[in-house]
């Protein structure tokens, strides 16, 4: 049978493993000499909790299935300072050797480098593919204070013996699910903390807002740890609505830093010269490809342009064969469609990051969004009339349980309407940045400034 999920690859390769590991050591001598955790990954995040702060997991891993080699050539102990002196709370190494190339040899070196930093109590969590006891006592026994355990590669009476023995060691669990029948999986467990990966494991397509929409399901009583796909300060406003801490690999081991300050966004659209893309100040530059807009960019001056990573691509009205095509011609990170135009199977298996567009009229029901919310990163709510400057007319719930941009009639004058709904995290302006039909950049300065203030005064509600 052909394997399409790398979990099932993963965890067949990781039966032959723990029969080596078997052969390797002694279970006896392991649990004989194993050392309790002197550190709680759960009162660890209980305190970061209560003074309203994030708690972060940075990630050691050289290469991974949907990257490849990310930084083959790090040491170890030079990665795992970079996190420290950033101030994380806790580093992920992984020991899976085939897959992500690391070892116990890792953690162990991980551990001891941390152990000998003065005043340091940083957890260690061991990023592992655990489907044996062995490796829950291997785990401690290189230094790990927590495990990941995988939902979906578990069955509920191994998934809860596992996550017992780790705690009777002192170790806290993760406890990782991708998708809500794998929360409903392990549900009655009742997990301490549950890390929700937006990473789709079936095709790779990954989807900041997959956390938000499982943690409607999640209960306040556990903490909530975001884990792939974060890149940005929009990425993490956006998978940090409902999350107490994060998981973040890639993005670590290639910058080592990442801007969590940033509160609120501005997305410009509509841009149609090569200064205008690439030359603004805005978070996001729209690139408009509708047939039915006044402000369709000329695809000439693409031609020859390296298109930025803030750049959209926007489509209204567009059929999914010229959104496809468009695609393949240029190297968009982002994508702007709208709720109406484009089939569920469209946005469910778009790579793109997606930003799902609603033309908010009458007595739209915005339930109709649910199946939609694990497959987008963030929507944005429009008027009836996208592009005409006018504003939306119909109610928006205040209670809108998702991260958005809001947008028809936006300008310098109003922008706190923003101030109105709960997950709002900026805007999104197309005639608001125009002055006598043209592109106007000191309009798009002066907006960027001010929007910088309201995250500034924290205009926005607590989670």
């Known amino acids: 049978m ?29 649990k004989k000499n194993v050392v309790s955790s002197p550190i709680s990954f759960y009162e660890k995040l209980a305190q970061k909790k209560a003074l309203n702060q ?17 930084n083959e050539e790090v040491s ?56 044996d006891e062995i490796q829950v006592y291997l785990a401690r026994k290189n230094g790990a204070n927590l495990i990941l355990l995988i939902a979906e590669i578990l069955d509920v009476e191994s998934f809860e013996n596992l996550k017992n023995l780790a705690e ?24 301490k903390v549950i890390g929700v990966n937006n990473r789709n494991l079936d095709n790779f397509k990954t ?86 807009s006044k402000r369709k960019v000329n695809e000439k001056i ?7 990573q803030n750049a959209v691509a926007l489509f209204y009205k567009n059929s999914e064969s010229d959104i496809d095509e468009i695609l393949s011609n240029y190297h968009f990170k982002y994508i702007q469609v709208y709720f109406e135009d484009v089939s569920f199977e469209f946005i469910k298996n778009c790579k793109h990051k997606i930003m799902l567009a609603v ?32 504003s939306i007319q119909s109610e928006i719930p205040f209670e809108f349980p998702y991260p958005f941009l809001l947008a028809g009639g936006m300008n310098l004058e109003n922008l706190n309407r923003i101030e109105k709904y709960k997950n709002c995290i900026g805007v999104d302006i197309a005639s608001g940045v125009e002055t006598a039909a043209k592109v106007d950049l000191d309009k798009i300065k002066n907006i960027k400034s001010k929007i910088e203030k309201i995250g500034k005064v924290e205009l926005f509600f607590e989670k």
């Open 207 to 292: 989807a900041i807002n997959n956390c938000n929409f499982l943690a409607q399901y999640i209960s306040k009583d556990s903490f909530l740890i975001a884990e792939s796909g974060m890149h940005n300060s929009i990425d993490l406003k956006v998978a940090g609505t409902y999350s107490d801490g994060f998981l973040i690999g890639t993005s670590l081991m290639r910058n080592s830093k990442l801007d969590f300050s940033q509160e609120c966004f501005f997305k410009a659209c509509g841009m149609r010269s090569s200064e205008e893309i690439s030359n603004n100040r805005a978070d996001l530059v729209g690139v408009n490809f509708s047939p039915k």
């Open 76 to 131: 170890i102990e030079s990665q795992i300072q970079k996190y420290i002196d950033f101030g994380t709370d806790a580093v992920s190494v992984l020991t899976d050797n085939q897959f992500f190339g690391g070892s116990y040899e890792d953690l162990n070196k991980a551990a001891s480098w941390i152990e000998n930093v003065q005043n340091c109590e940083i957890c260690v969590l061991n990023k592992e593919f655990i489907i």
């Open 302 to 308: 693409l031609a020859d342009l390296e298109i930025p």
């Open 54 to 70: 994030p708690f972060l997991i940075s990630e050691f891993k050289r290469k991974s299935p949907s990257e490849g080699w990310i």
């Open 359 to 390: 033309k908010v009229k009458g007595n739209f029901d915005f339930n109709e969004l649910e199946q939609y919310a694990p497959f987008v990163d963030f929507f944005i709510l429009d008027s009836a009339e996208p592009g005409s400057g006018k």
């Open 168 to 191: 009777s060691l002192g170790m806290g669990v993760l406890a990782e699910v991708h998708n809500l029948p794998e929360f409903k999986k392990i549900e009655a467990l009742n997990c």
């Open 2 to 30: 052909e394997m399409n999920n790398i979990l099932e690859k993963i965890k067949a390769a990781k039966e032959v493993e723990v029969s080596a590991l078997y052969e390797k050591y002694s279970l006896d001598e392991l």
